[in-house]
T-cell receptor, first 116, second 116 residues
């Protein structure tokens, strides 16, 4: 149990579908993240939320839409995806302390997404 | 811009051998943190260690040890007497200040296979 739970673990969707990935953290952290992990590529940061406000959006296509309704929950809404969007999507949380020393990020088990 | 290089894509060793995973980083920041994460087949990233840029002391934790050398911008990870359960992908990561939230720059990972 890592304290960060992602659902579903696996998802297969067509290019015209709309689906959502869910992440929940039970660690009392104030920052949450979405990462994309494609085969043989470094983890790519997609979005960062700190205190429920989006503070980073790394040029992610608009077909990915994040939502952070509170500090414990993070969603990634998906629509009209492409086959190249197939990847492992990882959620993470950390206790962001601004200018103070960073703490480690805790990761969920990821959602394995396949776009057909 | 930050960069983390893990030149070893895949390593195979026989159980009980020692193995070192290399990590080289680039940053212009004088304050930064370095991390190692383990990603077992289940998918989540498991935090192993965090070191700050002002602490070059090497660290040992059981069969794991880390060698941080600022002069060569390296943060190598050694597993002593490897076991089959050590088989996983290992990621080195770098964290620098980024506004109100921190982000991790990951290397591309090293796939370690420990054979019985």
């Amino acid at each position: 149990e890592t304290g960060v739970t992602q659902t579903p673990r696996h998802l297969v969707m067509g290019m015209t579908n709309k689906k959502s990935l869910k992440c929940e953290q039970h660690l009392g952290h104030n920052a949450m993240y979405w990462y994309k992990q494609s085969a043989k590529k470094p983890l790519e940061l997609m979005f960062v939320y700190s205190l429920e406000e989006r503070v980073e959006n790394n040029s992610v296509p608009s077909r990915f839409s994040p939502e952070c309704p509170n500090s414990s929950h993070l969603f990634l809404h998906l629509h009209t995806l492409q086959p190249e969007d197939s990847a492992l999507y990882l959620c993470a949380s950390s206790q962001d302390k601004g200018g103070h020393p960073n703490t480690e990020a805790f990761f969920g088990q990821g959602t394995r997404l396949t776009v057909v | 811009a930050q960069k983390v290089t893990q030149a070893q894509t895949e390593i195979s060793v026989v159980e009980k051998e020692d193995v070192t995973l290399d990590c080289v980083y680039e940053t212009r920041d004088t304050t930064y943190y370095l991390f190692w994460y383990k990603q077992p087949p289940s998918g989540e990233l498991v935090f192993l260690i965090r070191r700050n840029s002002f602490d070059e002391q090497n660290e040992i934790s059981g069969r794991y040890s880390w060698n941080f050398q600022k002069s060569t911008s390296s943060f190598n990870f050694t597993i002593t007497a490897s076991q089959v359960v050590d088989s996983a992908v290992y990621f080195c990561a770098l964290s620098v200040p980024s506004g109100s939230a921190r982000q991790l720059t990951f290397g591309s990972g090293t796939q370690l296979t420990v054979l019985p």
